[in-house]
């Protein structure tokens, strides 16, 4: 029979991988303060870390995608929202219950005002039934986007009844779209940029460019404003097929023995978290076919912030990967030759995800003992 040392080592074993992925999801969120949110998401995602060392059951990257994109987006809602999640940004502007009460409040209740409810169900309920038109003008909607509506009415905080009688709304015409009293402009442009960034995620449909001029008028947004707006998410969903493509490189390469198997599963999967649909084919194919990749200085190009992602995704999936201190040198070695090629010297992006990782398996530790 093993031993109380032998279960707590399995224990741990189990939760290294649970927290590398759950950090895939974090450093490639846009978070503009990564360490911040890291250290955030250990008590939102806590019950999943427990579970982990339970050995019960929980959505993981590996297991199940979906639900754990989900999970994701509402743990990260009142830290960081993803800003490549379509109407995230409605979520930034504190329209979400997952931040709990706010002001005086919070120092005597972790309850919402009904002020702040009633603000949360209406631009929250306005944010998913645009998102859901929007979707829905090029035709009936797939598992991806009913995971993207799903990520966002988790995010909202709602409760359950209520975010489920929203999930479960059917498309709404989007002529008969309610949108009233006077508008919060930062909720609006927010909804607008969430709208084109749906659109955009494959390729800019005439019937959804059309469905959100029709929003626009509806919000009062005027039609200069609209394209600039438009502009910036085009600008932005390009920029997120760099850093994608950059990201599936970096962890097929750093994973490079480890294909067939894990090194195949990441790195998909970190393609289909961080690529745009419209390029994503391209660059899976090549995952799925096992081509080596070579280090060319293809993802030279890149800016800090965004080679600072990539190398703490790549590290991530290693950690994932539940290295032994011999085979993590190994994985170092190669993520440093990512790291040169990409022209980056500094380690702090690898250096941040095993230090919160280190911390997070200590404290656990601390208590199996």
């Not at 991988?17 to 939102?44: H, K, N, T, W």
């Not at 659109?199 to 959100?212: C, G, H, L, S, Y």
């Amino acid at each position: 029979m093993p031993n109380d040392s032998d279960l707590a080592t399995a224990a741990l074993d189990r939760l290294v991988a649970v927290l590398g992925e759950d950090a895939i999801y974090v450093l490639s969120s846009g978070a503009r303060d990564p360490r911040e949110a890291l250290e955030g998401i250990l008590q939102r995602r806590g019950y999943a870390y427990t579970a982990a060392v339970q050995g019960q059951p929980h959505a993981r990257m590996t297991t199940q995608y979906g639900g754990w994109l989900v999970e994701m987006a509402r743990a990260l809602a009142p830290i960081a929202p993803p800003a490549w999640v379509p109407m995230m940004e409605v979520v930034r502007e504190k329209v979400t219950l997952e931040i709990g009460a706010r002001g005086l409040r919070s120092l005597f209740s972790n309850k919402p005002s009904d002020k702040d409810v009633a603000r949360v169900k209406r631009y929250g309920s306005l944010a998913v039934r645009v998102l859901r038109a929007v979707l829905a003008a090029d035709g009936s909607l797939d598992d991806e986007e009913r995971t993207a509506i799903a990520s966002i009415v988790a995010s909202l905080g709602l409760p359950e009844a209520d975010a489920n009688a929203l999930y479960g709304e059917p498309p709404i015409a989007v002529n008969t779209l309610d949108v009233y009293g006077e508008m919060d402009a930062a909720v609006a442009r927010a909804i607008l940029r969430g709208a084109w960034l749906a659109a955009a995620w494959d390729t800019v449909d005439p019937r959804e460019e059309q469905t959100i001029q029709i929003v626009a008028q509806k919000l009062g947004v005027p039609t200069e404003e609209l394209e600039s707006i438009r502009k910036d998410a085009l600008a932005r969903v390009d920029g997120r097929r760099r850093v994608g493509l950059a990201a599936v490189d970096a962890v097929r390469y750093v994973l490079s023995d480890r294909c067939p198997g894990i090194g195949v599963q990441l790195a998909a999967q970190t393609g289909t978290l961080m690529l745009p649909r419209r390029w994503r084919q391209e660059a899976l194919s090549a995952v799925g076919q096992g081509a080596p990749v070579a280090l060319a200085k293809r993802h030279a190009g890149l800016e800090g912030d965004e080679r600072s992602a990539v190398l703490g995704v790549a590290w991530a999936a290693a950690m994932a990967d539940d290295p032994s201190m011999g085979r993590k040198a190994l994985l170092r070695a190669r993520w440093e030759r990512v790291a040169e090629d990409m022209g980056e010297d500094d380690p702090s992006a690898r250096e941040l995800v095993e230090r919160w990782i280190g911390e997070a398996l200590a404290g656990v530790a601390r208590n199996l003992q």
